[in-house]
């Protein structure tokens, strides 16, 4: 085997070659999709990188890799070569901010772990010299345990961090799920599907949507989800710091997003057509993921709630297609637990530099 | 003045707003880095549509995503810059009354120089049966001697004119928005849009002249597009006001500084 890597900027450079095709071998999530990543990088302040790992010719790893200036400043990132900011002290994070509970280093099964181990260290030596002498260090976030296995090593950091909600797919039919659920439960998510002031609509490739729309209610429910998070003590949290690395959704980003054919994007609007709640579900083989959730709160308007319906029609999907399992994000693992979802721990590892690729 | 640098100041103010928009604002960013934009290009090869600029309703729609990732205010004021573009228009003695008449602006001018004292009225307040606290201040002002400029449309204006008393009514000063697209010949007159706010007016030279330290203008292919030098949030830049009015922006030949040509 003959690994070696390169590492692309979506925003300037173009989609490596069998980029896409690996994207389908491997079983990808929607948001690796190269133009996702280009209006991503283009809007974050600290964009992602796309690190390709090879064998020989064909693509066989990759990894979506945030390149970080700050965690306060308020600015979007320069633009790539604008001129050489090499010595300005930075950091990667290996992660998907809008996919926080899967780990953003994908293999191909045909790698074995010694395979995964040395493509991940070559990896490390490239990113550094990518980056030059200012990058202090890569910390992989969201990592699974078998990822945790490859990385783990003299010098590297691991810890736990909130885990990610994962529904085992064991029915075959939507109402064996419903019949596991209290009747409380039931008879909730009957009441909000009866209710006929809220008007819900579900489609894949959707260009009815205005996406600022859906911009604006996921950037404010964002906004509220971490504060929450943040107030009951999130295990990310490090030495007390907002460590936030990630940037507001933008909507050309949604925009491209709710047009894929992959994409399920339900939307539920009271009689006057202001939009309630959103939910985007990204489909795939083996693990469909609840991608964005967000609604207004009750003081504003919004239903109470609604999160049951979405979260209904996305196990339906999942039974329905036969997918074996359904994730969900990192957050109100409690509500989910009511609702058939077990967990799957996720770990940060980070890596000074001077054991990077070691 | 103009050709002694003058242009060259309010080009780099504008390339400086630019810059900054694009850093910072998050439409903008997305705007213009995956559509492009023009005078100056950010990225290299993408021009856009109209050269990156966009409709005033589009920013009044998306006014969130024109405040800075830092944050600041989320709505217009559409009575910015009046204390501004007032000495150039009608120069205002001091201890004038400024009477915006204007259902579309609902709060006074912020930034009217400590001379001056200024109130919005209603138009449709004078009309029904309680009459404004604002309408007896004009008449005592007025009674007193005092200096009023009434600032507003033709209609509004004419309406508090109206419901003055006759002996004291054409003591009123008149200064009337124009819209960019309805600029007549004067001889007073504001430029005014209800998003931007009071862009300029009408010079001693009876030329449509911009408050240019604050206000730049360019030519694109959807018509003028106009930008807020010094607002913070929303930031507004390159908006095509009016539905996109078709001219040109020329040194006055005798001020040397930047009057609109429509």
């Known amino acids: 085997m003959t690994l070696s890597v390169s590492i692309v900027d979506p925003r300037v450079d173009a989609e490596p070659s069998g980029w896409a095709d690996f994207r389908r071998r491997a079983n990808l999530h929607p948001v690796w999709d190269y133009p996702l990543l280009r209006a991503e990088a283009w809007t974050a302040r600290n964009p992602p990188v796309l690190a390709v790992l090879r064998d020989r010719t064909r693509v066989v790893a990759a990894l979506s890799v945030m390149v970080c200036r700050t965690w306060r400043e308020q600015r979007f990132a320069p633009p790539p070569r604008e001129r050489t900011r090499r010595l300005r002290p930075r950091w990667a994070e290996v992660y998907l901010p809008l996919l926080s509970g899967c780990p953003a280093a994908v293999f191909h099964e045909s790698l074995d772990v010694a395979a995964r181990r040395d493509g991940l260290r070559l990896f490390e030596r490239e990113l550094a010299r990518h980056l030059g002498p200012g990058l202090l260090g890569v910390v992989y976030r969201a990592m699974t345990d078998d990822l945790v296995a490859v990385l783990d090593g003299p010098g590297r950091i691991s810890r736990r961090i909130d885990p990610t909600a994962v529904l085992r797919n064991r029915w075959t039919r939507f109402a064996d799920w419903q019949d596991t659920l209290s009747p409380a439960l039931r008879r909730r998510m009957a009441e909000i599907a009866a209710d006929d002031t809220v008007e819900v609509s579900t489609a894949t490739g959707r260009t009815d949507l205005d996406a600022h729309e859906l911009a604006v209610l996921l950037n404010a429910h964002r906004a509220r989800q971490d504060q929450r998070a943040w107030q009951e003590g999130q295990r990310s949290r490090l030495a007390g710091l907002h460590l936030d690395t990630r940037s507001p959704v933008s909507a050309a980003y949604l925009d491209l997003l709710v047009r894929r054919p992959d994409v399920t994007t339900r939307v539920y609007r009271d009689r006057a057509g202001r939009l309630l709640a959103l939910n985007t579900m990204l489909d795939n083989p083996v693990s469909p993921a609840l991608g964005h959730w967000a609604d207004l709160p009750v003081g504003a308007g919004g239903r109470p709630g609604l999160y049951l319906d979405c979260y209904a029609h996305c196990v339906r999907q999942v039974i329905e297609r036969g997918r074996p399992e359904l994730t969900a994000g990192r957050t109100l693992l409690d509500s989910k637990a009511a609702l058939g979802f077990g967990r799957r721990e996720l770990s940060t590892v980070a890596v000074p530099r001077p054991v990077m690729g070691r | ?262």
């Open chain 2, 1 to 262: 003045m103009w050709t002694s640098g003058v242009n060259a100041l309010w080009r780099a103010a504008y390339r400086r707003a630019v810059r900054s928009a694009f850093a910072t604002v998050p439409l903008y960013r997305e705007r213009w880095a995956l559509g492009g934009r023009t005078d100056p290009v950010v990225v290299p090869g993408r021009t856009g549509t109209h050269g990156g600029a966009i409709t005033a309703e589009e920013a009044v729609r998306k006014v969130v995503d024109l405040v800075p990732l830092a944050g600041g205010a989320a709505s217009p004021d559409p009575a910015r810059g009046l204390g501004h573009v007032l000495p150039l228009a009608r120069p205002p003695r001091p201890g004038t009354l400024v009477v915006v008449v204007d259902p579309a602006i609902p709060r006074p001018p912020t930034d009217l120089p400590n001379t001056l004292r200024g109130c919005v009225l209603d138009p449709a307040s004078l009309t029904g049966g309680t009459r404004p606290a604002a309408l007896d201040e004009v008449v005592t002002a007025l009674r007193r001697n005092g200096n009023v400029t009434a600032v507003g449309p033709d209609e509004a204006i004419a309406a508090l004119v109206a419901a003055l008393p006759e002996d004291l009514a054409h003591r009123v000063d008149r200064l009337p928005h124009r819209a960019l697209d309805r600029l007549d010949g004067g001889p007073f007159g504001l430029i005014h849009d209800p998003v931007l706010g009071y862009l300029g007016g009408i010079g001693h030279c009876g030329r449509w002249h911009l408050d240019w330290p604050r206000v730049y203008a360019r030519r694109t292919t959807g018509g003028l597009a106009l930008t807020l030098l010094r607002q913070s949030s929303p930031r507004l830049v390159d908006i095509l006001v009016a539905g996109g009015v078709r001219g040109e922006v020329a040194p006055c030949p005798r001020h040397g500084t930047p009057v609109v040509l429509t």
